[in-house]
Structures are given as C-alpha cells and as structure tokens.
T-cell receptor, first 113, second 116 residues
C-alpha cells in the first residue's frame, strides 16, 4: 500500500523567510505532483515531476524529486503573504498498477507580514 | 473553457437519502475520478473510470456507485447517505490512464456535502 507523508502539516512563517516542505512516499514511483489549495477552492496544479532528479521552479517555489530516496521537496524562497495556502503532494505508482493519485495530508502554510 | 464542472456546489442531506453528484468535462478526457477530502486527511480516491463503460473502485468506495455512459459525464451516487459521508467531493479528469502524463491535471470546484 502506497503511503505518502508530508511534513510539516502546519507551518507559520514570516514574509521574507525560506522554508522547505517535505514529501516522503513508501513505494517506488516516478511521478509526483504538487498542488495548491486555497480555502474553499479547488486544487491548482503547481508542478509535475516525472523523473529522478527533476527540478522545476515557478516564481518563489521550487520542487524537486529524488526517486531513490522516495522524497520530494517544495522549497519556498523569500515567502510572501500570497503564498499562504495548503500544499499537497500526490504520488502515482510506477507501472500504472493502481489508478489514481495518493495524496499526502497537506501542509497548511500561513505567511505572516 | 468550462473544464470540469461539478454540481451542486453545496448540498445538505438527511441520513438515508440518496442523491447524485454530477461531474462533466468538455476536454474529451478518457480518465475521470472522484475524490473526497476530509479535514487532515488529504484527498482519497473513491472511484475512477478509464473510459466510457469502464469503472473501478478506489481506496474508499463503500456507499458510493458510479457509471460512465459517456466520455463527458461521470456521476457519483450516494445510495443511502450517512453522516460519515459528510465531506467535500472533487471530480478530476485527465487525458489518459497514466494519470495526467505530461499534461496538467484538472479538478472541479468541489461539492460540499453535509449529511445530518
């Protein structure tokens, strides 16, 4: 059974600071996704990571994937208030053996002025 | 540019009532799925479909039925609502079975369901 663990689950930080959210998963996978969700809203796709060593950046967010360590990170640089949201990682099993995504529990991020 | 459309957005049911949550996509996607989101639990897969006429169970299928008679629509039926089914439900679609491939994932806006 695929398990996906995110940490921290709750993070309060100040604007201008850097921080990293971690996503560990239990079974071989070469596809990992990061989503953002604002309160009461749907999920917005941030990054799709499709291979070992993949790194993608968009603005102040950068995501990476290490399939050997079964670890993905979402790094926030010089945080701004607009990045306050809940961030989810989601993993798909390799080989397509099980359909659908397995999500982490989410990291609730609050960025304070 | 409708994308994935879910109706209704909000619903209150009494225990034992049945209802159908609607999901439609206009992107000719093969793969559609239903998730439920509960506080502190992330999203969990209920049912999915890899094409018209083909459905299968996800992680938490009990109490729910689905069908896929057309490519566009994937309704989720609650047979006899229970308070444990109080949740936010999201429908998602993608181009292919190998979820989302290199394409962006598309989620509906969600249906907030309360069972009293």
């Amino acid at each position: 059974e695929l398990k996906v663990e995110q940490n921290p689950l709750f993070l309060s930080m100040q604007e201008g600071k850097n921080y990293t959210i971690y996503c560990n998963y239990s079974t071989t996978s070469d596809r990992l996704y990061w989503y953002r969700q604002d309160p009461g809203k749907s999920l917005e796709s941030l990054f799709v990571l499709l291979s070992n060593g993949a790194v993608k950046q968009e603005g102040r967010l950068m995501a990476s994937l290490d399939t050997k360590a079964r670890l993905s990170t979402l790094h926030i640089t010089a945080a701004v208030h607009d990045l306050s949201a809940t961030y989810f990682c989601a993993v798909e099993l390799s080989g397509g053996g099980a359909d659908g995504l397995t999500f982490g529990k989410g990291t609730h991020l609050i960025i304070q002025p | 540019n409708a994308g994935v459309t879910q109706t209704p957005k909000f619903q209150v049911l009494k225990t034992g009532q049945s209802m159908t949550l609607q999901c439609a996509q206009d992107m000719n996607h093969e793969y559609m799925s239903w998730y439920r989101q509960d506080p502190g639990m992330g999203l969990r897969l209920i049912h999915y479909s890899v094409g018209a006429g083909i459905t299968d169970q996800g992680e938490v299928p009990n109490g729910y039925n689905v069908s896929r008679s057309t490519t566009e629509d994937f309704p989720l039926r609650l047979l006899s609502a229970a308070p444990s089914q109080t949740s936010v439900y999201f429908c998602a679609s993608s181009y292919s079975r190998r979820t989302f491939m290199n394409t962006e994932a598309f989620f509906g806006q969600g249906t907030r369901l309360t069972v009293v």
